[in-house]
């Protein structure tokens, strides 16, 4: 079962998805959308397409842990997901994943004007990695066998 993260935003949403056996990063993109309604359907076809089991939707916490109203946008969205027939939806903390995105950009030589898009499929990613390396993804992994 493949695995797909989203780093939701307003403009932009990165997804990365997950190989086969749900153990690596397969793919990564950038879907363009400012309309949630019309982006949930774009997100639950692509997770049919691909064979998704499970939506990772990056949340979205303040430094301290407390939840602010872009936290509160990606529960809704997560709702919606649900709404328009998402399998599973599971929330993880994604803070400093964009920090993070940056960095890594910079790190492999990439202009800071010329990656704002890449920025959201790294964030993804770096949600999508993080999750298959916890025991939450081993014990969903043993379960299938």
């Known amino acids: ?3 797909m993260a989203l780093d939701y935003g ?13 153990i690596l990063c397969g793919e990564t993109q950038v879907l363009a959308e400012w309309d ?8 639950v076809e692509l997770a049919a397409a691909r064979g ?6 990056g949340l979205p916490l303040n430094m301290d842990g407390s939840e602010g109203p872009r936290a509160g946008k990606c529960r809704d969205f997560a709702g919606l997901l649900l709404s328009r027939g998402a ?12 920090v993070e995105a940056h960095g890594i950009l910079r790190a492999n030589g990439k202009k800071e004007r010329r990656h ?5 499929a790294v964030a993804a990613q770096l949600i999508l990695e993080t ?5 939450d993804n081993a014990r969903r ?4 066998s």
């Open 116 to 120: 704002r898009q890449s920025v959201d």
């Open 52 to 57: 998704c089991g499970l939506i990772l939707l």
């Open 36 to 43: 949630a309604e019309k982006l949930a359907g774009r997100v």
């Open 10 to 22: 307003d403009a932009r949403t990165g997804v990365a998805i997950s190989d086969e056996r749900g």
């Open 87 to 98: 399998p599973e939806v599971l929330l993880r903390d994604e803070r400093r994943t964009s």
């Open 141 to 144: 992994q043993a379960g299938k």
């Open 1 to 3: 079962m493949r695995i």
């Open 131 to 135: 999750y298959l390396g916890t025991a």
